[in-house]
Protein backbone atom coordinates (compact mmCIF):
# COMPACT_ATOMS: atom_id res chain seq x y z
CA UNK A 1 0.00 0.00 0.00
CA UNK A 2 1.04 3.58 -0.75
CA UNK A 3 0.46 6.89 0.78
CA UNK A 4 -2.02 8.67 -0.48
CA UNK A 5 -0.31 11.17 -3.13
CA UNK A 6 2.75 9.22 -4.09
CA UNK A 7 3.83 9.72 -7.89
CA UNK A 8 4.31 6.58 -9.76
CA UNK A 9 6.11 6.01 -12.90
CA UNK A 10 3.18 3.95 -15.40
CA UNK A 11 4.81 1.51 -17.35
CA UNK A 12 2.10 0.16 -19.57
CA UNK A 13 -1.27 -0.60 -19.10
CA UNK A 14 -3.37 -3.93 -19.36
CA UNK A 15 -6.77 -5.15 -18.61
CA UNK A 16 -8.20 -7.28 -15.77
CA UNK A 17 -10.02 -7.68 -12.74
CA UNK A 18 -12.78 -4.76 -12.36
CA UNK A 19 -11.82 -3.15 -9.19
CA UNK A 20 -14.14 -0.20 -7.59
CA UNK A 21 -11.67 3.21 -5.94
CA UNK A 22 -12.43 6.94 -5.90
CA UNK A 23 -11.79 6.77 -9.45
CA UNK A 24 -14.69 4.63 -10.28
CA UNK A 25 -15.00 1.12 -11.00
CA UNK A 26 -12.58 0.05 -14.03
CA UNK A 27 -10.76 -3.25 -15.37
CA UNK A 28 -7.43 -1.04 -16.29
CA UNK A 29 -4.75 -1.76 -14.58
CA UNK A 30 -1.15 0.09 -14.78
CA UNK A 31 2.07 -1.21 -14.05
CA UNK A 32 3.73 1.17 -12.21
CA UNK A 33 7.35 1.90 -10.37
CA UNK A 34 7.15 3.34 -7.08
CA UNK A 35 9.69 5.87 -5.95
CA UNK A 36 12.07 3.58 -3.96
CA UNK A 37 12.05 1.10 -7.26
CA UNK A 38 9.30 -1.47 -6.52
CA UNK A 39 7.42 -2.73 -9.73
CA UNK A 40 3.75 -4.25 -9.84
CA UNK A 41 0.30 -3.22 -11.27
CA UNK A 42 -2.09 -0.86 -9.94
CA UNK A 43 -6.07 -0.26 -10.65
CA UNK A 44 -6.31 2.46 -12.08
CA UNK A 45 -9.01 2.67 -9.63
CA UNK A 46 -6.58 4.25 -7.61
CA UNK A 47 -4.90 6.07 -9.89
CA UNK A 48 -5.17 9.90 -10.92
CA UNK A 49 -3.26 10.21 -13.88
CA UNK A 50 -1.65 13.64 -15.15
CA UNK A 51 -1.52 12.89 -18.63
CA UNK A 52 -3.74 10.97 -20.47
CA UNK A 53 -3.78 7.33 -19.67
CA UNK A 54 -4.95 6.49 -23.58
CA UNK A 55 -1.38 7.37 -24.28
CA UNK A 56 0.13 4.52 -22.47
CA UNK A 57 1.04 1.75 -24.46
CA UNK A 58 -0.44 -1.39 -23.36
CA UNK A 59 1.85 -4.42 -21.44
Known sequence: ???DGTRVEV???AVGRVVGG???PTA???S???PDGRTGYMSE???RFEIDPDGVSPC
Do not use: E, K, N
Open 1 to 3: MLP
Open 11 to 13: RCR
Open 22 to 24: PYG
Open 28 to 30: AWS
Open 32 to 34: VRT
Open 45 to 47: AFL
